[in-house]
């Protein structure tokens, strides 16, 4: 009021009513900044978020569009633009704007795990399992023990039953660091089911469902531990809850045909 167009304000002010979820006088608190003010392109980044919250992607990535062409060289922005990408499923166009940031930040020898970490999620996600690998590695290289990174590619690896050991041994430090998380416990739990020693598997995957009851994807995992151990009847019954669960909330990483056959003709059949 004292001073309507003191910039830093404004943004304080568009910041507070974002986190209260008041996204449309967010939108305009960031709008009021001016063009010309060098707080501009923060301003910018944090109305295309708000955009993002209020279900305007197309807007949101029409702002930080508008901005990389603006500010070219400020990597921020690059990831920003590859984040909202990755988040709409639209993974070319997010590795295309990661490659850019990942650029940037070296050019400056200030390379950052977290862009290589996302970057690796987009290419994996395109099937891109080499590049994908080896973004993964990076951002080890750059923080060794982050849990979700140590997950992720620990996961990938059994997915893709290629270095077992190794993927076993990412996921136990990631355990290690994170027991409270589901989505860890449940990966522990299905590299020891990949490595055939279902008995140790079982339990961990029961934890995952005690952490995660409402997972579809968590849930089908269990069903196919506990059949493994000859437990059938329960694991009918956990595969029919995973369908139940995406059923009213999707989930891309679980296949509901495939689940449906494990319930027709069993786990063995599918298997083979």
Not at 111 to 117: E, R
């Amino acid at each position: 009021a004292i001073d309507p167009t003191h910039a830093e304000a404004s943004i304080t002010v568009a910041e507070t009513l974002e986190r209260m979820g008041q996204h449309a006088l967010a939108i305009d608190a960031f709008a009021a900044v001016p063009r010309d003010h060098p707080s501009f392109h923060t301003a910018e980044m944090g109305r295309a978020e708000a955009l993002r919250a209020a279900d305007k992607p197309d807007a949101a990535a029409e702002v930080l569009g508008q901005l990389a062409r603006q500010f070219p060289d400020l990597p921020e922005i690059h990831v920003a633009l590859g984040d909202l990408h990755r988040e709409q499923e639209q993974y070319t166009d997010a590795v295309t704007a990661y490659d850019r940031a990942v650029a940037l930040l070296e050019e400056r020898d200030t390379p950052q795990w977290f862009v290589y970490y996302v970057r690796a999620i987009a290419n994996e996600r395109l099937d891109n399992w080499p590049e994908a690998e080896a973004d993964f590695r990076r951002a080890l290289e750059l923080n060794p023990d982050h849990p979700q990174v140590l997950n992720y590619l620990g996961y990938s690896m059994v997915e893709k039953r290629v270095h077992l050991d190794e993927a076993l041994d990412m996921i136990e430090r990631a355990v290690a660091e994170q027991p409270e998380s589901g989505y860890i416990v449940d990966s522990l739990g299905w590299a020891l089911y990949r490595l055939g020693r279902y008995e140790e598997a079982i339990v961990h995957m029961e934890r995952a469902a005690e952490l995660m009851p409402t997972d579809p994807v968590i849930n089908d995992h269990l069903g196919d531990v506990l059949w493994a151990v000859g437990r059938k009847a329960e694991a009918r019954f956990q595969w029919k809850r995973a369908l139940s669960l995406h059923k009213s909330d999707p989930s891309p990483d679980l296949e509901p045909d495939r689940v449906r056959r494990k319930l027709n003709v069993g786990l063995d059949q599918v298997l083979d």
